[in-house]
Antibody
Framework: EVQLVESGGGLVQPGGSLRLSCAAS????????MTWVRQAPGKGLEWVSA????????DYADSVKGRFTISRDNSKNTLYLQMNSLRAEDTAIYYC?????????????????WGQGILVTVSS | DIQMTQSPSSLSASVGDRVTITCRAS??????LNWYQQKPGKAPKLLIY???SLQSGVPSRFSGSGSGTDFTLTISSLQPEDFATYYC?????????FGGGTKVEIK
């Protein structure tokens, strides 16, 4: 059974940093790209970032480019999101999700398994 | 960036109704369109991928169609457990964008 469990969320001041983790199990982690999607309170889904199975390619939404860094440790089956220079508008539930393929460079991709989400609140 | 526009943003329907949700892309995305269902307080769930392929375990009352810029999600006979918010998402190119969502409520 595929399981994705996020951790590391919480309250942080504007300008601060936070690192999210996503522990994966139930599939061959290194074979699949992984992604982060967020949802501000009462709002829709926003794609944040993705990383290929071997970690060699990363992609970001313009809203987080230069501030967030996605990475993975395939030996630990864990996905990360390092978030720096946080802003109030980064307040959201952050979901990690498994991608259907090893990279996001092909159109035949979708997010087939999701974690339960972790809340990040940026406020003074 | 490719913009995804869903309509309507919300609808009210009764159990047993046929429901259709539309998603339009700002440029052609071939068939690279996915649909997700989200219930309050829960993570999204994949329903349909590559426009019309039903994800394993999803009831056959859900179907998807379309190509190019115009896509639809149809629920043939609405069930109580289908009241939720539905999102389309394009996978043609990064950034991978979602539609604004369609909330399906009980009439």
């Amino acid at each position: 059974e595929v399981q994705l469990v996020e951790s590391g969320g919480g309250l942080v001041q504007p300008g601060g940093s936070l690192r999210l983790s996503c522990a994966a199990s139930g599939f061959t982690f290194s074979t699949y790209a992984m992604t982060w999607v967020r949802q501000a309170p009462g709002k829709g889904l926003e794609w944040v970032s993705a990383i290929s199975g071997n970690g060699g390619r990363t992609d970001y939404a313009d809203s987080v480019k230069g501030r967030f860094t996605i990475s993975r440790d395939n030996s630990k089956n864990t996905l990360y999101l390092q978030m720096n220079s946080l802003r109030a508008e980064d307040t959201a539930i952050y979901y990690c999700a498994k991608v259907s393929r090893t990279t996001v460079t092909t159109g035949y991709i979708y997010f087939d398994y999701w974690g339960q989400g972790i809340l990040v609140t940026v406020s003074s | 960036d490719i913009q995804m526009t869903q309509s309507p943003s919300s609808l009210s329907a009764s159990v047993g109704d046929r429901v259709t949700i539309t998603c339009r892309a700002s440029q052609s995305i071939s068939r690279f369109l996915n649909w997700y269902q989200q219930k309050p307080g829960k993570a999204p769930k994949l329903l349909i991928y590559v426009a019309s392929s039903l994800q394993s375990g999803v009831p056959s009352r859900f179907s998807g169609s379309g190509s190019g810029t115009d896509f639809t999600l149809t629920i043939s006979s609405l069930q109580p457990e289908d009241f939720a918010t539905y999102y389309c998402q394009q996978s043609y190119s990064t950034p991978l964008t979602f539609g604004g969502g369609t909330k399906v409520e009980i009439k």
